[in-house]
């Protein structure tokens, strides 16, 4: 059996509709070299009294006020002590019981950076697997796979930095470049480990959330491609790729 420690760190903000669903597909792993940590954002509806409910199977829990994701992110880093941490979110949740089990299996690298598949649920219930895109050339257009995928090593943060905090949507895309461009160890595994439903912030289909995403995107482009071809290339990309959006949400 892997000795390795996992520790899944949950961020949730009035999240009563899916966290238990989330809490349980944790606690009932079968491999147990598990901490779970949940960071809530000072929630307001029944969220902290279903927390409060298995807080004796949680390794640690808060609620309090924070600066968004990123910050209550970077709180559940700062209390992670397990070799390799996974961010599952409030309304996202493992795909089944023996997942941690089947991914310690796989981990016998110890690389910097595991990716694997993620099931995407649509409010419709329409399920699409999605495949992870392995760090490449592309990283520098498009964050091309999303951390409920990631089972990244606690020292790639300790190494490389926290999320940034001043990002809203982009900061998983703001580390994800900032490491590639470090040339860390990664691996990407075709095994589905995570369900993430369609709800949430970063999952906004709509012109609005559209160009926050590319300002935000931008904004993390900017701060690590210095190249001006790159910059051309990419907002070559973007002229092409908002557009397509708009008429795809027009015609849908």
């Known amino acids: 059996m892997s000795d390795i420690k996992f520790s899944i760190i ?42 409060h ?12 006020s924070d600066k968004g994701i990123a910050d209550a992110m ?9 070799d390799y941490i996974l961010f599952i979110n409030s309304d996202d949740y493992l795909i089944n019981e023996d997942i941690l089990k089947q991914v310690s299996l796989l981990l016998n690298e110890r690389l910097d950076l595991y990716i694997f598949k993620v099931l995407f649920m649509f409010p419709d219930n329409k399920e699409i697997i999605k495949m992870n ?4 050339i592309l990283t520098n257009f498009k964050m091309g796979s999303c951390h409920q995928g990631h089972v990244v090593s606690r020292k790639l943060f300790q190494k490389h930095g926290l999320f940034d905090d001043s990002f809203k949507i982009a900061m998983d895309y703001d580390f994800l470049l900032r490491i590639y461009q470090k ?26 959330s559209l160009k926050e995403r590319f300002i935000e995107e ?31 949400l027009l015609i849908c």
């Open 74 to 82: 970077n709180k559940g880093i700062l209390k992670a002590t397990g």
């Open 53 to 64: 409910k298995y807080k004796d199977q949680l390794s640690y829990s808060i609620s309090e």
């Open 133 to 136: 895109i392995d760090l490449s």
């Open 183 to 208: 040339n860390i160890k990664f691996k990407s595994i075709g095994l589905v480990i995570s369900c993430m439903r369609q709800e949430g912030l970063s999952s906004r289909n709509d012109w609005t």
């Open 218 to 248: 931008r904004r993390v482009h900017e701060k690590y491609c210095k190249n001006r071809w790159w910059k051309l290339l990419y907002s070559f990309y973007w002229l092409l790729y908002l557009p397509y959006r708009r008429i795809k």
């Open 10 to 51: 949950t961020v949730s903000l009035n999240s009563e509709k899916y966290i238990e669903n989330t809490i349980l597909s944790v606690i009932r792993q079968t491999y147990k070299n598990v901490e779970y940590i949940i960071i809530d954002g000072s929630s307001t509806d029944s969220t902290l009294d279903i927390i």
